[in-house]
C-alpha cells in the first residue's frame, strides 16, 4: 500500500526525470535526459571540422592577434615588394660660391675708436640700374610667405576697407620712419646729426622699447648709410654698423605690433641682414670686414625689444639663401637680347 502511495506522487514529476532510491525512505531525483530522448540534428555536421580547425582556434583565442611585428613585415613584403629607403633631399646650392667675408681683403681698420671720426652715411644712389635688397627679395618671396601676406592683406581691407588699409600702411610707414630718424640723433655726433624731427612722442614708445639693446652698443660705424656689393651687383641701405658686446655687426632696427620672439619670426630679415654684410665686406667705401648681425624688435607700447644676435656661422647660412634668391631674382629678368 506504501509502495503505491509513494509511485503515484514520482508520476507527477516532469517526465523527463529519472529518480533512485538513495537510503530507506528518501528519493534522489535526476535530471539526465532519457535514454530514448531524440537528439536534434545540427546545420554544422556536415563541416569539414578539420579544414577550419586553425580558423576556430584563431577566432576563440583570448589573443586579439597571433601576428607579430616580423610577420607583418613579411606580409607586407610579399604584399608590396621589399622597402625602398628613399635619399634624404640634397641641400640646394646657388651656382655660383660667393663668400660672405672677403678673405682676400687686406681692410682691417686698427685706427683706435677716439680717432675714427663720424660715422660713414654713404646716400643711396637710386635708379642707377642696381636693385636693392628689399626690392630682391620682395620679388622672390616664398609661395608660402605670399599666401599669408595676401591673407593678412585681405583680412585687414575687410576690416578697415581699402582706404582704411592704405591710411593704415602709411601710418606703420611714418612711424618706422620717424623711429629710424630718432635713433639716428641719439646714435650719431650732434654736428652730423639729421636735421630736427617731428616729436618724438609717436615713437616715445619704441624708444623706450630698445633702451635696454642701446646699453650694449658702442663704436658706431655707419647709420643710415648705402652699401653695394660690386661683383653681385646688388645694392642696399644699413640702418647701423656697431659693436653689440664687443662684436661688430650689421645691425637692423625692426619696429612691430605683434611679439616677434623667435629670428624665425623675422621672416626674410635675416637674409637681408646677410646681404648687407656680404655688401660691406666687398664695398671699397667701408675698410673692415663684418661677419656677425643683429636684429631688434621694437614694441610700440614700450614693452622690452627683442635682440636677435646672428653669429658668423647662422651669418653664413643666410648668406647661402640670400645668394638662391637673388640667383632666382636675376634668372627671372629679361636678357639683353629680348628687351
Not at 635688397?133 to 585681405?154: C, G, M, N, S
Not at 660691406?280 to 610700440?300: C, F, S, T
Request: net charge positive; charged share 25%.
Amino acid at each position: 500500500m506504501k509502495f503505491g502511495q509513494l509511485f503515484s506522487r514520482v508520476k507527477r514529476i516532469e517526465p523527463a526525470r529519472l529518480f533512485s532510491l538513495t537510503a530507506p525512505g528518501s528519493v534522489s531525483v535526476s535530471t539526465a535526459c532519457p535514454a530514448n530522448g531524440r537528439k536534434k540534428s545540427s546545420q554544422y555536421s556536415s563541416v569539414n571540422t578539420e579544414k577550419y580547425s586553425s580558423l576556430v582556434k584563431s577566432v576563440v583565442s583570448l589573443r586579439t592577434s597571433c601576428q607579430t611585428p616580423a610577420s607583418l613585415e613579411e606580409e607586407d613584403g610579399h604584399i608590396y615588394g621589399p622597402v625602398v629607403k628613399s635619399k634624404p633631399a640634397r641641400k640646394r646650392l646657388p651656382k655660383t660660391q660667393f663668400p660672405l667675408v672677403n678673405r682676400n681683403s687686406d681692410r682691417i681698420d686698427l685706427t683706435p675708436e677716439a680717432e675714427r671720426g663720424s660715422p660713414a652715411r654713404f646716400a643711396l644712389q637710386r635708379g642707377a640700374g642696381t636693385p636693392s635688397v628689399t626690392h630682391i627679395l620682395r620679388q622672390t618671396i616664398p609661395p608660402d610667405q605670399a599666401f599669408y601676406l595676401e591673407r593678412w592683406r585681405k583680412n585687414m581691407i575687410a576690416l578697415l576697407g581699402e582706404d582704411g588699409f592704405n591710411d593704415y600702411t602709411l601710418h606703420i610707414f611714418r612711424q618706422g620712419k620717424l623711429f629710424h630718424s630718432a635713433l639716428e640723433t641719439l646714435l650719431l655726433p650732434e654736428k652730423v646729426s639729421a636735421e630736427p624731427t617731428e616729436s618724438s612722442e609717436a615713437v616715445e614708445g619704441y624708444l623706450e622699447s630698445i633702451q635696454h639693446v642701446l646699453r650694449h652698443i658702442g663704436d658706431v660705424r655707419a647709420v643710415e648709410s648705402a652699401v653695394r656689393h660690386q661683383p653681385l651687383l646688388y645694392q642696399g641701405l644699413v640702418d647701423c654698423v656697431a659693436q653689440f658686446r664687443g662684436k661688430l655687426c650689421v645691425i637692423d632696427w625692426k619696429t612691430s605690433e605683434k611679439p616677434k620672439p623667435s629670428l624665425r619670426s623675422t621672416f626674410d630679415n635675416p637674409l637681408q641682414v646677410a646681404a648687407y654684410i656680404g655688401a660691406i665686406n666687398n664695398d671699397d667705401n667701408y675698410k673692415y670686414q663684418v661677419e656677425r648681425g643683429l636684429i631688434v624688435v621694437a614694441y610700440k607700447d614700450g614693452s622690452p625689444a627683442h635682440p636677435h644676435f646672428m653669429t658668423s656661422e647662422l651669418c653664413q647660412e643666410y648668406w647661402t639663401k640670400w645668394l638662391l634668391r637673388l640667383e632666382e631674382f636675376v634668372e627671372r629678368q629679361p636678357t639683353a637680347s629680348t628687351q
